[in-house]
C-alpha cells in the first residue's frame, strides 16, 4: 500500500484538472452573484440616482463579462471550455458576452457600445482638446444571460462529475466533493 504523499503524487495530473474545475466553479458562483445584482437592479425615477445607478450597472456587467471569460479562456492553472460546447441557441449571446470583455472590460478596444472622441479647436497659438464619450448601457441583466448561465453551471457540473468518475476507475477509490454538511 502506498502512502498517501505517493498516492498524490501518482495522480498529480488528474488532480490538477479537478482543482482547475473546482476554480472554474468558483468562479461562476462569483459571476451568478454579480449576475443576481445585475438582474435585480431597478432604475430610479430620482435624477440624481442616474450616475450612481449607471455606474453600478455597468460594474456588475463588469464582472459577469469578465468572469464568464475566464472559463473560457488561456490561464495557467485553469480549465479552459472550448467555445464548441456551447450549445448552438446560446452562442450569439455567448458571442456577445466574449466581446464585451474582450472589447470593453478586460481590454480596452472598439466595441459598438463604446464610443470616444476628440473634439479640436485649433487656433494659431493652441489646441483645445474636448474628448467625448458615449456609451449604450443596458439597465440590468441582458438578455439571455440567465439561461447562458443556467446551461454553464450545468456544464461545470458535468465536467466535475466526470473527472471525479474518472478519478474513481483509474485509482480504485471512490472519490466525492465534501459538501457543507459532512
Given at each position: ?5 505517493a ?16 476554480r ?24 440624481s ?9 455597468d460594474?456588475?456587467?463588469?464582472v ?16 479552459k ?9 446560446y ?30 479647436e ?6 483645445q ?11 440590468g ?8 448561465l443556467?446551461?454553464?453551471?450545468g ?5 466535475i462529475?466526470?473527472?471525479?468518475m ?17
Open positions: 500500500m502506498s502512502t498517501p504523499e498516492f498524490v503524487k501518482k495522480h498529480e495530473k488528474q488532480l490538477h484538472r479537478l482543482e482547475g474545475l473546482v472554474m466553479h468558483l468562479n461562476y458562483q462569483q459571476v451568478m452573484f454579480a449576475f443576481s445584482r445585475l438582474d435585480s437592479m431597478d432604475p430610479q425615477d430620482d435624477p440616482r442616474i450616475v450612481p445607478f449607471v455606474a453600478e450597472v460594474c456588475w456587467t463588469s459577469v463579462a469578465v468572469g464568464y471569460g475566464r472559463v473560457f479562456t488561456e490561464a495557467e492553472g485553469a480549465f471550455m472550448s467555445r464548441s460546447k456551447v450549445p448552438a441557441q452562442r450569439n449571446t455567448h458571442d456577445d458576452v466574449m466581446s464585451l470583455r474582450h472589447e470593453i472590460y478586460a481590454h480596452t478596444g472598439n466595441h459598438d457600445e463604446y464610443r470616444t472622441r476628440l473634439v479640436l485649433v487656433t494659431p497659438h493652441s489646441v482638446i474636448e474628448p467625448q464619450y458615449q456609451r449604450d448601457i443596458v439597465l441583466a441582458r438578455a439571455g444571460w440567465k439561461q447562458l443556467e446551461w454553464l453551471d456544464a461545470i457540473q458535468d465536467q462529475t466526470k473527472q471525479l474518472h478519478l474513481n476507475t483509474t485509482t480504485d477509490r471512490e472519490w466525492s466533493i465534501k459538501s457543507e454538511s459532512n
